[in-house]
């Protein structure tokens, strides 16, 4: 299936997919700047689907779809670039926000519409590095997920496993892919409701957010990690994250601070905090380095 979307905005294709990937070796993703070609699977209500995105010289998306879900994900390729997203009444209240957004028009929140394919990463990415977040990503994808669907030649690419395949992953499978015990129950209770959680995405907002944390283990930085990317939320914070309340400070202050001192910062954004920190992880901006960095831990020592 095949459809061309023309967006009404300055479209950066890779960029507006960037928050979707999980490092550059997610099975799940791929992009192909060769032929300029974005890649994505993902699950759907009527099964696994393969969106390949091309932009054109006049700014047209090329979009084709294989597997059952490839009506599902063409008809939210709008929402997935940005075209559901409102910025109405945000106003810059530091230099540096409004440096990136009047050089980065095309920054938009975009909104995957799926809550399993974004919950899953987010929960193995609690209270651990990015290289064990993704590492444990990749591998259970490439043991318990599908080979997505796809015309011959394309580069190999892997479903996210479903609920059901996650339900029946064996303990030491999951220690075997560095998971610890307080993240396997979380998933295992995320993949219990994930029928019904789907439902956080229609009602979006704070209403959506509460809906995931009904969840034991999904608190409030997992929830606002879902929110960002599948309903575009644009005042969804991630408190409790290790490296931003310290990037928003040096950023915006020129100092660091903890979740509070961010959340005092950011007030003159409500409702589009999560934008305006959007603004500033666009900027290039870097904070100073004063130490090593956190040392991972392998759990499959453990």
Same mark, same amino acid.
């Given at each position: ?22 490092? =550059? @070796? ?5 992009? *192909? &700047?060769?032929? +300029?070609?974005? %890649? /994505? &699977? ?6 696994? !689907? ?8 006049? +700014?047209?998306?090329?979009?084709? &779809? ?70 444990? %990503? ?8 599908? =080979?997505?669907? @796809? ?24 220690? /075997? ?22 439902? $956080? ?29 599948? %309903?575009? *939320?644009?005042? &969804?914070?991630?408190? !409790? ?17 903890? *979740? $509070? ?42």
């Amino acid at each position: 299936m095949t459809r061309r979307w023309l967006p009404d905005y300055p479209l950066d294709l890779a960029g507006m997919l960037a928050p979707l990937r999980r490092g =550059r @070796g997610d099975p799940t993703m791929r992009m *192909d &700047a060769e032929r +300029g070609v974005c %890649w /994505r &699977a993902s699950t759907t209500d009527a099964g696994p !689907g393969t969106l390949a995105l091309r932009r054109g010289a006049d +700014g047209t998306v090329a979009a084709s &779809a294989w597997g059952p879900g490839a009506e599902l994900v063409l008809d939210g390729l709008p929402a997935l670039l940005g075209a559901a997203d409102d910025d109405t009444g945000f106003v810059a209240h530091h230099p540096l926000v409004e440096e990136t957004r009047r050089r980065m028009p095309g920054l938009r929140l975009g909104a995957s519409g799926r809550v399993w394919d974004v919950l899953f990463p987010a929960v193995l990415e609690q209270k651990v590095t990015g290289v064990e977040a993704r590492r444990s %990503w990749r591998e259970l994808c490439w043991r318990y997920g599908t =080979r997505a669907p @796809g015309p011959e030649g394309m580069a190999k690419l892997w479903v996210p496993p479903t609920p059901a395949a996650v339900r029946a992953i064996p303990d030491w499978e999951w220690h /075997r892919a560095g998971v610890d015990s307080a993240r396997r129950r979380a998933l295992l209770a995320a993949a219990t409701v994930a029928h019904r959680l789907e439902r $956080a995405a229609e009602l979006g907002g704070t209403a959506g957010r509460e809906l995931l944390r009904r969840v034991p283990g999904i608190g409030v930085w997992t929830a606002a990690e879902v929110a960002q990317r599948v %309903w575009g *939320d644009p005042d &969804a914070v991630s408190v !409790g994250d290790f490296h931003i309340p310290s990037v928003v400070g040096w950023a915006l202050v020129g100092r660091p601070l903890d *979740d $509070a001192g961010m959340l005092a910062v950011l007030a003159p954004y409500v409702p589009q905090r999560q934008r305006a920190v959007r603004y500033v992880e666009a900027s290039g901006f870097r904070r100073p380095r004063f130490g090593p960095r956190f040392s991972a831990k392998d759990y499959r020592a453990i």
